[in-house]
């Protein structure tokens, strides 16, 4: 029995590990950083989306992604851990028009939808944000250490029904980026 717990338990570890290695490498954050115009933290990051060969193929046949852009601005303290200050989550929809043979992706927030002839394209706009607007100055208190941090992921609860418990089972799917953390210098 005992050695029967410890295969499972081998398994177990072997599954985690390989679920790791795939969300690992998925999305990427590479810099960020943010600066002030006209009282309000401008945020500007780069990061790195690839696409596993599952969703792919779901993008190719008609099924939109939907990718989920988490920021957050967190106040130091000293013995407690920080203290969210502000959470912004924006969701872009990258999706495949076949008749036009385009990538299109829209921002949910704004409504604004860009098309690409090429994926790689979509996903390159989509990892390199511009003067996104993060946070008032008003808002924070020069005294106080600030910092802000921000991941991308996959957001599988916005999957068609019928794929959604395949991708909630599988590991491929599960792709999502570290949190990339960085501080925020007040003036």
């Not at 860009?114 to 944000?129: H, I, Y």
């Amino acid at each position: 029995m005992r050695h029967g717990n410890t295969l499972v338990w081998s398994c177990f570890c072997a599954l985690c590990l390989l679920s790791q290695a795939a969300t690992a490498q998925a999305f990427s954050i590479h810099q960020a950083d943010t600066r002030l115009a006209n009282d309000v933290y401008l945020l500007n990051a780069q990061a790195k989306l690839n696409l596993s060969k599952e969703s792919l193929e779901a993008l190719e046949n008609g099924v939109p992604l939907t990718i989920s852009l988490e920021t957050e601005v967190l106040r130091q303290r000293k013995l407690l851990w920080p203290k969210r200050i502000a959470r912004i989550n924006t969701r872009y929809q990258l999706k495949f028009h076949a008749l036009s043979q385009q990538y299109l992706l829209k921002n949910l927030s704004t409504g604004v939808t860009t098309g690409f002839r090429l994926l790689v394209d979509a996903l390159e706009t989509l990892g390199n944000l511009q003067d996104f607007p993060l946070i008032d100055r008003t808002l924070l208190k020069a005294s106080q250490h600030y910092f802000g941090r921000l991941r991308l992921r996959l957001d599988i609860a916005a999957l068609p029904a019928p794929l959604r418990l395949v991708a909630y089972l599988s590991p491929t799917w599960r792709m999502k980026s570290a949190w990339y953390q960085w501080p925020l210098q007040l003036p």
